[in-house]
């Protein structure tokens, strides 16, 4: 099941370095002179309808875009807060931590002080704010500078991955003394957006009559994702109680088909695919009890010694 339960911040808290209040002496991207009426910004709205930062310090940048003025004047701490507060996304966590997360931000170069309270994203240059995101985020934002929000020629395939770092993660934890579930905070955040997501997903098949299967892929045992294993089942067995489950965490495969604890690589990828196209020649989805038959198949392997 594609449900992120987790929400790490991953910045280091970095002082603020002293800058000048000459803006000729700041650290800044080329500038490069759009004209703002030729050039197709998404609205704060769709934005946030299409939740597309992937973390908080590529939301405080958006935040930072919109109260700049698409990045042409300059803007405060509280100005974000206030964003927070605009788009109802502020938490008292992520009011504790958005000092620290500007500072960290402020650290890549991403921002400039212009005195004790003004800080400046860039001047002009909207293609050094894309540059600064995700790739995750400028292809969401390509689809909507362009208007290009069909997927229906997206879909089906799969990410060829092609690296193999599951022996290296183990053996850097070994070294550590430590399982990759112990070094996760024992807090755990549950992504509520990501849930409803997925609610919208299972609302809109029942909507078309469509039969709705969760399935579980293969993790590696390492995972950390396994320190969520109890809050997991809890939301599978009471919020999508009425939804079939299918878990193949436990398919049996070498390290070398992993391209790290988390994700299967192409080779992983190919052994599993076949071997679940095999069960569904065998009619799988006819049988009365699906997950005794999907175990005791992952078990034969196992016991096969099939890890190729």
Not at 4 to 20: I, M, R
Not at 201 to 223: A, G, M, T, V, W
Not at 256 to 282: P, Q, R, T, V
Not at 293 to 301: E, L, N, P, S, V
Request: aromatic letters at 10%; hydrophobic letters at 35%; one cysteine or more.
């Amino acid at each position: 099941m594609g449900v992120d339960l987790s929400e790490e911040n991953l910045l280091a808290n970095s002082e603020l370095p002293e800058q000048s209040n000459n803006l000729k002496q700041l650290n800044t991207p080329d500038i490069v002179d759009i004209d703002e009426e030729e050039t197709s910004v998404p609205s704060i709205k769709d934005v946030i309808m299409k939740q597309l930062p992937s973390s908080e310090t590529e939301w405080i940048m958006v935040y930072a875009y919109y109260a700049s003025n698409h990045g042409t004047n300059t803007f405060t701490s509280k100005d974000i807060l206030i964003m927070y507060e605009n788009t109802k996304r502020k938490t008292a966590s992520r009011h504790a931590n958005m000092s620290k997360n500007i500072r960290a931000i402020f650290s890549k170069g991403y921002f400039s002080a212009l005195n004790d309270d003004d800080l400046m994203l860039f001047k002009n240059n909207p293609s050094a704010y894309t540059n600064a995101l995700s790739l995750s985020i400028r292809k969401k934002s390509t689809r909507i500078f362009e208007n290009d929000l069909n997927f229906s020629t997206k879909i089906g395939g799969y990410l060829y991955l092609d690296r193999d770092k599951t022996d290296s993660i183990i053996n850097s934890m070994i070294s550590l003394k430590q399982t990759a579930s112990s070094v996760i905070p024992v807090k755990i955040n549950i992504s509520e957006a990501n849930l409803s997501y997925l609610d919208d997903i299972i609302e809109f098949c029942k909507k078309n009559d469509r039969k709705i299967i969760l399935i579980r892929s293969p993790q590696h045992k390492e995972y950390s994702g396994y320190k969520n294993e109890e809050k997991y089942m809890e939301i599978v067995k009471s919020r999508y109680a009425d939804i079939e489950y299918l878990d193949f965490s436990n398919f049996p495969l070498s390290n070398s088909k992993y391209g790290d604890l988390g994700h299967l690589n192409y080779k992983g990828a190919k052994i599993f695919s076949e071997w679940f196209a095999s069960l569904l020649l065998n009619e799988l989805l006819e049988k009365e009890n699906k997950q005794d038959y999907i175990d005791g198949k992952m078990k034969a392997r196992t016991h096969n010694k099939e890890l190729r």
